[in-house]
Structures are given as C-alpha cells and as structure tokens.
C-alpha cells in the first residue's frame, strides 16, 4: 500500500513534535534537567507544531490539510534552527544571548521565605549543556531531528501522490 505524502508528513508534523516535547518533559521531570531560557525558546515552536498538526487531522480536505501541516513543518525548522544556535553557545562556538534563568516559582510569602526560595533555585546556564551522549547536547539533537524533520515535511508536500 503506498501511502499519500501529504498523510506521511502530517503524521510526522505530529509525530515529531509530540516526541521531543515528551522527551523533554521526561528529561525535565524524571531526569530533573531542568530548561534554560534558550532550551524553552526551542519548546515554544514545537507547541506551534503540535497546535497545527493536531489541527490537520481535524480539517477536511487535502487542500485545507496542507497549509496547517506546512505551518507545523516550518515550526519544528524553528526550533532546530533555535537548537542549533543553542548547541553553538552550548560548544562556545559563539556567544549567547540571553542571561541564565532559575527555577524558583511562586511568589508571596515573607520575604525571608522569598529568599530561602530564591538562594535555593538551581541557576541553569544556557552555555553549559547539562547532558550529553556522544558529545551532542540535547539541544544539538534537537536540531539534528528538527531540521531534516521540517525539510522532509515541507518536501513530502510538494509531491504528488501515486
């Protein structure tokens, strides 16, 4: 059975997205890696992703279906091109952007309590990758799965199918 492209890449337009988000919440909340700013950066587009593909599936259509699975195709580029440009700070190839973030969360309280919080917060840098295997960061595989993703999406809708 061959299989139409535009129904291919709107299963990868979900897919993909779907993959690394859950990967990322699993390093996150099981493997307590918790993002720096650059590494929540690289999540946002992939919420775009996931938004419109998930939409693909709700339109009817093949015409109507493309627009929203080519948005979702650009979306995960974005967020490898971010992966991308993040692994380069990660390996000091080049200089960040933005200032490190911390976890502390709520708000109110004394402000002895504020600062007990606060001294206690992990401050995560975006120039220090907190885990790697084979020497790629995560946000190095980010971009590795992000870009071919996105171009072999935006590629399987330009054929036609058989």
């Known amino acids: 059975m ?3 492209p535009a129904t291919t890449a709107r299963a990868l337009a979900l897919a993909v997205p779907a993959a690394l988000l859950g990967g990322a919440y699993a390093f996150q909340y099981v493997g307590g890696l918790y993002p720096c700013e650059m590494c929540w950066w690289q999540r946002y587009p992939l919420f775009v992703a996931l938004f419109f593909a998930a939409f693909a599936f709700l339109v009817r259509g093949k015409i109507r279906r493309r627009l929203p699975v080519a948005i979702a195709g650009l979306a995960i580029l974005v967020s490898g091109a971010i992966g991308l440009f993040h692994a380069g700070v990660e390996y000091h190839w080049w200089n960040g952007i933005t200032a ?3 976890t502390m ?4 309280g004394s ?4 600062l007990k919080r606060l001294i206690a917060a992990p401050i995560i840098r975006c120039d220090v990758a907190q ?3 084979f020497g790629i960061s995560l946000a190095g595989f980010n971009a590795l799965i992000s870009i071919p993703a996105g171009l072999i999406i935006l590629g399987l809708l330009t054929r036609r199918s058989r």
Do not use: H, Q
């Not at 402000?111 to 504020?114: I, L, S, T, Y």
């Open 131 to 133: 885990w790697r295997l």
């Open 100 to 102: 490190c973030t911390t």
């Open 2 to 4: 061959v299989r139409d």
């Open 105 to 108: 969360s709520g708000s109110g």
């Open 111 to 114: 402000p002895e309590d504020m």
